[in-house]
């Protein structure tokens, strides 16, 4: 039997329930399909920092080397100083497993989902790659007569022209892959003239992929086409802070961030999987955080690991739910409880993989 050995950090707030219910769809299409899948958690996050004072080891990333995938639900907790757990985890499973790649699809399932007036499943369909180890999250920068009048605060955004040049491979790659073979660039090259380093790798390395489509957009006016024209967007690739912004808005026009999965990959070595949403702190142990895009982190898992047809099952079966009402929208207080959703979405996973 193929098995496979999985990581999973269900972390803090809603983070244990929509990872119990990924865990649960992996399973159902495991078993289909005679594949194993071993678990091995972490219990890192909040309780664990608070109770042992550890946040994130080195010595556990380097144990994460040894798996085929990472599952992650979500980190932060209102009692723990703003973002410290998720740089040593989040930033620091990216940073050190170099995961430059954070892949994140934008896709509708369907038009009652997206708030855009008159835009169906054929208007948005479009996947962002967002660089995951430069720009402003690096870290370089500090704080200067910290806490008097004269305070001053930096933070170095960096690019390098390696980063540039593996990243529009990979964009290159995956555009060629997708249907419509048009790849946009999205930066602030007109304002920011660090981008010009970026500017001329795309160019360079869109020589070689001439039945590519270059397009171009600047942050701001990506935000805009991305509401009014959803439909000009098909493969997208921009910086760190900018990805992250831009997908915030994609994970509205496709319904939620219920739904919004992403991928913090490095092409052929051990990749992590998560939700594109925080913790929720405020649904926390109430059983109604919504797990379809803890879910969808495991179908982008699976399709990671080549498993094709257990990675389809399991977008079929979420589209399928969504589309004939079975889960009636992906925010939390649909009426459903997190574990019905996960048993509905399993369910629907083992009758796709039954035929
Ligand atoms: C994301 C998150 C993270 C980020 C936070 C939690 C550090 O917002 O994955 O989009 O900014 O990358
Ligand atoms: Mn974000």
């Known amino acids: 039997m193929k098995t496979y050995r999985i990581a999973v950090l269900p972390g803090d707030g809603i983070g244990p329930e929509v990872t119990t219910e990924a865990v649960r769809v992996l399973d159902a299409a495991a078993e289909s399909l005679g594949l194993a899948f071993e678990k091995t958690h972490y219990p890192h996050g909040a309780e664990h920092y608070l109770s042992t004072g550890e946040t994130f080891p080195d010595e556990v990333i380097e144990e994460m080397r ?35 790649i954070n892949l994140r699809p934008i896709k509708l399932f369907d038009a009652k989902l997206c708030p855009l007036k008159d835009k169906g499943p054929e208007h948005v369909d479009m996947v962002v790659i967002r660089e995951n180890t430069e720009d402003l999250y690096t870290g370089i920068g500090g704080f200067f007569k910290k806490g008097t009048k004269d305070e001053v605060a930096m933070q170095e955004m960096i690019l390098t022209r390696r980063g540039a040049d593996r990243l529009f491979a990979y964009a290159f790659e995956l555009a060629e892959k997708r249907k419509r073979k048009k790849l946009t660039l999205v930066d602030k090259a007109n304002a920011v003239r660090a981008f010009d380093l970026w500017t001329r790798a795309f160019e360079e390395m869109g020589q070689d992929y001439p039945e590519i489509e270059r397009d171009h957009a600047y942050v701001d006016a990506a935000c805009m086409w991305m509401v009014k024209n959803p439909e000009w967007f098909d493969t997208v690739v921009t910086s760190n802070v900018f990805g992250d912004i831009l997908t915030d808005l994609g994970a509205m026009i496709q319904g939620g961030m219920g739904l919004a999965a992403s991928g ?78 996960g048993r509905i979405v399993s369910r629907r996973v083992q009758a796709e993989l039954a035929g």
């Open 66 to 100: 040894g798996y085929d995938a990472i599952l992650l639900g979500a980190i932060g907790d209102p009692r723990i100083e703003v973002g410290m757990l998720e740089r040593a985890i989040i930033a620091g499973l990216r940073f050190q497993l170099d995961l430059y």
């Open 264 to 341: 913090n990959i490095h092409p052929g070595k051990v990749s992590m999987f998560e939700p594109i949403h925080g913790s929720a702190p405020k649904y926390a142990g109430k059983n109604v955080a919504n797990p379809l895009a803890a879910i969808l982190a495991v179908q982008m898992m699976l399709d990671y690991l080549g498993e094709d047809r257990a990675a389809t099952a399991v977008e079929n079966a979420v589209r399928g739910a969504l589309l004939d009402g079975e889960i009636p929208s992906a925010s939390a207080g649909n009426g459903l409880g997190t574990d019905e959703m």
